[in-house]
């Protein structure tokens, strides 16, 4: 992912899926260099880490 899309996804009025490594995860901030976001999952909201904006991804709902 781009620091432009993070950028997007935080400001937008509705919940947009990410991933990190395979784990949904919620953006709760982007660092001040840009290239790094603190972002936590969602079934562990007190587990804050930083990671490389590069390694998240944004996941397409399934449609029925």
């Known amino acids: ?3 432009q899309r993070v950028k997007e996804i935080l400001e937008a009025p ?3 899926q990410v991933e990190y490594a ?3 995860v919620y ?3 982007v660092a001040e260099d840009g290239d790094n ?3 936590f999952p969602l ?3 007190h587990h804050e ?3 490389e ?3 998240l991804t944004e996941t397409v709902p399934v449609k029925h």
């Open 43 to 45: 079934d562990e909201m």
């Open 22 to 24: 395979g784990i949904p």
């Open 37 to 39: 976001a603190t972002v």
């Open 27 to 29: 953006i709760q901030s």
């Open 49 to 51: 880490q930083m990671v």
């Open 53 to 55: 904006i590069s390694r």
């Open 1 to 3: 992912m781009d620091k």
């Open 14 to 16: 509705n919940l947009i």
